[in-house]
């Protein structure tokens, strides 16, 4: 049985369904994998950089309920020290995604990773910006950088190409991966508005604080960069996308679609070339319900991979929630720290 | 760099398959894995217990044209003799089912296991009759027993549980497990005949060598029951599921059906009751195409997933084929043997 200090950078949605989670799966931690944990160290633009030296760390209920947070703990300054303070095994980034720069998520990591922790994040724009980077200074200090909830919630994608795809050659892979775009389009088919589908968007959760990143792409693009980088090992980058949003869609030119069996998704395509050069595209297309991707229906998220191995495999993640992407955190945890 | 052994028990369609997969793949396995092998034997009801001690051990062109295999190599006699001669570091079992036992699979992976090998079998009744005993041998002797082709071809579906899913609980599973069923449907939704349907399902080589075995889901009963014993640890036997073939269902039943945009297909479910209990069926039931499993066709195969931790999780494999089945043998090779 061994501890492991946890931190939480960002502690927002995700974040704290992530510490609710670990409260669940407590028991089964302790017995199926040995696992016990304290949280010492939670950072946010909100709450500063705190630490938590007692031997149980935090109090959870505590830190959920938000009052007193400072009563039961100290202040910390900056990153470097917040780090030295709460001695983390295990970081778990969650700070909001600057899709440009992936900062100052990567700044964060970096150190996370010279420190000696694991890290741990939900956060795409990191990897389209610094996987490369974070992946060889991981590397070089034996320490893991996992990210299965950055890309499709907590649909095991990359876990599956790390552990249970070997030697299988990706060519290419399709996707819908904005349950924002679904969601508008759907509403849209029914013969309401565009607004009416962001609002439901919105309401359901799923729309990114600016919601111009899913109408425009921008949130699929940046999908599309994080799934090249990791799993074709090439370094995509938004602006090799050719990218199309879904503002030009009429309700009418999208219930003609549907009722003719090929409905419009935004849909994200990646694939290789003859040349060897990658070709990646974000935009509406209409496809057939017979499509692997024909069938993917309000906030559901699906990938389909073309392999050397085998003609194509899909994977489909049902209306992911709070609780899955908290959960793709916990095994990227588990797997981390696993003999 | 290390040169494992590697011998083949059964050495059919899938086990050729695997030897040319093998050549094709060989400058990876050496280059990403640090893997040399060498066949040193091969054994099956027509050609006998063979082995070969040369250096390279067997010349694989000759194999696999099978012209004067007994020249090239020795005969021993039964498994006991064999694994001595041939000394395998690792096991491909391909040998044909007996659904009703798992005979003589399982005394074959006992032995294998038993002389310090590691077990690779796509033999699904292996899984369902022995599963415990084998798995159990595995573990004491330092082992590994894999079967990622026994179930769904090669779609990756233990490995998913065993490294992408950890902590979380299956609470039950559906699927679309049978092409040959599949393919005799969709041939009578389009108006011929259930002989015509099952021809087709022969000609693609999907069909089971005795075809009633496909028809009154024998096959796709099997399959739920290993998938129970691997994935939920519940040691389901075909007579505990209820089980209900195609060939009450005629073209025109099928037809009204599809037309009504809820298509019959074969479908195999599994579900944990209030009590604890597994409730398993395999029968024709109609289904809406928005259904994660609606749009499986022809002799692509689906499972869905209702998890603890997540809404539900679906993977298709799109048309398996046999370079794709000898695919989830060489996956368990490569896990078996990284370090």
Redesign the interface.
Known sequence: MKQYNLCFLGFGNVGRALARLLVT?SP??RE??GIEWRITGVASRRIGWLYNDAPDGFDIPTLLSDHSLTDASSPSNGIEAWLGAARPDVVFETTSLNPGTGQPAINYLRAVLESGAHAITANKGVIVHGFNELNRLAESAGKHLLF?SAVLD???VF??F???????KLRGFSGVFSSTTNVIIETMEAGRSFEEGLKTAQDLGVAETDPSHDIDGWDATVKVCALASVLMNIPLKPDEVTREGIRELSPRKLQAARAAGTPFKLLARAKLGGNGKLVATVRPEQIS????L??V?GTSLAIHFELD?????????????L??TA?GM??DF??AV?T
Chains 1, 2 share one sequence.
């Open positions: 799966k089964d931690l199926q994998y299965e907590s649909a095991p876990s599956l790390r552990e249970a795809l070997p030697a299988a319900a017979s499509d692997p024909g069938n229906r191995m085998m003609p194509g495999l899909t994977i489909t993640s049902h209306r992911p929630n609780q899955s959960y916990l095994a588990i797997n696993k």
